[in-house]
């Protein structure tokens, strides 16, 4: 591709930083207690008809005859892709593909109500390729056996470019459902303004000089992972004894009146006004805050480590065009693909190597687009080091509504009370 500064205009960029905040915000829409009644109400028990794992013969049977349909429609989450689709526009030049792209994922849960019934009944969803995000529905949707194995023969890009980290997911091990589309971290925001001395550790949102200007997460999944991290504990392997632990050093901060809030959707702005100082933030939140306002906020992933979270692709098992699908997957692995994505999404990018293309396009730019092409490429909240990379844990994975139910028994009353 040849550079992808045109669509980078810096008016439109930055109103629309404070929307691709709001992305995050409906994810965070779809918490712990909202997901737990999806799973409770399909009756999950941690087993069905698919596996975490998928055979050779899995595969074959699936992809076996299947051809190219010419046409894919694609559910995406509002604000991850550019407006005008110059991406897709490339994909439909390069293969003759078309793809009728919708922003059609408001809320996990929500959007697994509408599709289960379909994918239950073995009828399409009406979408070829979705976007998941890692969690009660992601592992849902593998267990009953809803959604395409993967042939990895047919994904060159991926093999070749994609991150490491992105080849070893916990929650899909081998990547044999999904395709990383984006991820964040959650870490700790700061205003410098107020606060002198940088936070580095978690135990800093406990310190008692910051009495009343901490902000915490009322998402219970972030919430209780900082807790679980707090304790020197990984949240993907803590228990159910881990859980009670940890929710006990979160009340006691919530006692202490240390919690100015516990934010459901904006901390940003409370940050930025001094209402805030310090809070469990998103990387890409700062990223953008900054950006688009100028703002000075900093964010750093604490030693105790910080949380990582990730977007998937995934093709239904009941899709029309699943090969049309497959090949779009693996077209958004180009290096200078995933380089055009990276600089409207401005959330972490699964492909290392579209550093490389948003430099070279920043070398092509001029005035405010250099400079915020090269901010990009060098913002260690969009590509982090492999020392930030080891500090990260995902979320815990329920395979059971029994596991679901103890830990949100744990953390809800925290920021119900």
């Not at 005859?65 to 892709?81: C, D, E």
């Not at 059609?104 to 070829?128: N, T």
């Not at 688009?292 to 009941?318: A, Q, R, Y």
């Not at 077209?331 to 550093?355: G, M, R």
Request: aromatic share 10%.
């Amino acid at each position: 591709m040849s550079g992808h500064t045109e669509h980078l205009d810096p008016a439109f960029l930055r109103g629309l930083a404070g929307g691709r905040i709001g992305r995050r915000d409906m994810l965070r829409l779809a918490g712990l207690s909202a997901a737990g009644l999806t799973l409770a109400a399909c009756g999950v028990k941690g087993k069905g008809i698919g596996s975490s794992t998928v055979t050779p013969q899995q595969i074959r049977e699936f992809w076996t005859g299947q051809t190219r349909q010419g046409h894919l429609t694609f559910a995406n989450w509002p604000l991850y892709m550019d407006p005008k689709r110059p991406e897709l526009k490339q994909f439909t030049r390069k293969t003759g593909i078309t793809v009728d792209y919708k922003e059609a994922v408001q809320d996990i849960p929500e959007f697994f109500g509408k599709i289960q019934p379909q994918l239950a009944a073995g009828k399409s969803i009406g979408y070829d390729l979705m976007v998941i995000t890692n969690g009660v529905q992601f592992t849902e949707l593998i267990q009953l056996g809803y959604v395409a194995p993967l042939d990895h023969s047919k994904l060159p890009n991926f093999a070749r470019y994609a991150g490491a980290k992105y080849k070893r997911t916990p929650y899909d091990p081998g990547n044999a459902y999904s395709l990383p589309w984006s991820s964040g971290i959650t870490g700790i925001v700061y205003n410098p303004t107020y606060v002198t001395t940088p936070p580095t550790r978690i135990t800093d949102l406990w310190d008692p000089k910051y009495k009343g200007k901490v902000g915490m997460f009322s998402d219970i999944q972030d919430l209780g992972g900082f807790g679980l991290m707090l304790d020197g504990v990984n949240p993907e392997t803590s228990t159910p004894a881990d859980w009670k632990r940890a929710a006990a050093r979160l009340k006691a901060q919530r006692d202490a009146g240390i919690v100015r809030k516990y934010f459901g959707q904006d901390y940003i702005k409370p940050v930025t006004s001094g209402d805030t100082w310090l809070s469990m933030g998103y990387s890409g939140d700062v990223f953008q805050q900054n950006v688009s306002e100028g703002s000075n906020l900093k964010f750093v992933i604490p030693e105790e480590g910080g949380l990582l979270w990730t977007d998937n692709m995934m093709i239904p098992k009941t899709a029309q065009s699943p090969l049309d699908a497959l090949t779009l997957m693996d077209f958004f692995y180009d290096p200078k693909v995933a380089a055009s994505l990276a600089e409207y999404i401005n959330y972490i990018t699964p492909v290392p190597d579209a550093k490389a293309g948003i430099l070279a396009d920043a070398q092509k730019a001029t005035g405010e687009d250099k400079k915020l092409l090269e901010t990009l490429a060098t913002s260690p909240l969009v590509f982090p080091s492999e020392a930030d990379y080891a500090r990260l844990h995902r979320y815990r994975a329920f395979t059971t509504a029994q596991e679901r139910q103890q830990y949100e028994a744990a953390f809800q009353p925290i920021v119900q009370s």
